[in-house]
């Protein structure tokens, strides 16, 4: 079975540009969370899909964007790229809404110059 | 102060040493999740705790509620067990906001 994937795996971008990240969740699951790790400050929450509504959302500006689509696949924009948005952006699934299991992508790498 | 605290932030074992990461919290939790991040990127959960101890192979977690503390041990450690863990709380109706720790990174030489 596939596990959660996320694409691309690394970017690199210029201020003020746009830039779209995808996730497929593992099949059956219907939870997307999207998670920001910038360099030295740790995982940050950013985002929460279920059954294609956005559920919940960090403490992000509105530039921060996503949709899930109707086979739980999901995309995150940015927009107004900023330095300090060069980080890691990770990619989590779960079949349920209570976080009991949750798996993780490989996460893809944006720099932004 | 961080809701989440790990310790220590860096730890290098000899290979077969018993290890042991530390996080604690001062939020109210419904769960503590311990992840492992290898240097990749990827993150791979270990652990969801609400209470007590779990055991899966090497890797032993526990939690006290009351104390609100966790840790992870790590018996007859190795070099692929290097990593960097990550303890992360789940606050009731946190709706995905997982609070986390900074992380411990684990290196364990031969």
């Known amino acids: 079975e596939a596990g959660v994937t996320q694409s691309p795996t690394h970017l690199i971008k210029t201020r003020g540009q746009q830039v779209t990240l995808r996730c497929s969740p593992i099949?059956?699951?219907?939870?997307v969370y999207w998670y920001q790790q910038a360099l030295g400050l740790g995982l940050q929450f950013l985002l929460w899909?279920?059954?294609?509504?956005?559920?919940n959302r960090g403490n992000f500006p509105p530039r921060f964007s996503g949709r899930q689509f109707p086979n739980y696949s999901s995309e995150l924009n940015v927009n107004a790229l900023e330095l300090e948005d060069s980080a890691l952006y990770l990619c989590?699934?779960?079949?349920?809404?209570?976080?009991?299991?949750?798996?993780f992508g490989e996460g893809s790498w944006l720099t932004v110059v | 102060k961080n809701e989440v605290e790990q310790s220590p932030q860096n730890l290098t074992a000899q290979e077969g040493e018993f290890i042991t990461i530390n996080c604690s919290y001062s939020?109210?939790?419904?769960?503590l999740h311990w992840l492992q991040q290898h240097p990749g990127g990827g993150i791979v959960s270990l652990f969801m705790?609400?209470?007590g101890k779990k055991k899966h192979g090497r890797l032993i977690a526990t939690i006290n509620i009351q104390e609100k503390h966790s840790s992870l041990h790590i018996t007859a450690s190795h070099p692929r067990d290097s990593a960097v863990y990550i303890c992360?709380?789940?606050?009731?109706?946190?709706?995905?906001?997982?609070?986390f720790g900074k992380g411990t990174k684990l290196s364990v030489k031969p």
């Open positions: 899909y279920d059954e294609g509504e956005e559920r």
């Open positions: 989590a699934s779960s079949y349920d809404r209570g976080l009991n299991t949750i798996y």
């Open positions: 939020v109210g939790i419904s769960a």
């Open positions: 099949s059956g699951h219907t939870s």
């Open positions: 705790l609400s209470s």
């Open positions: 992360a709380g789940d606050v009731p109706r946190s709706q995905g906001n997982l609070i």
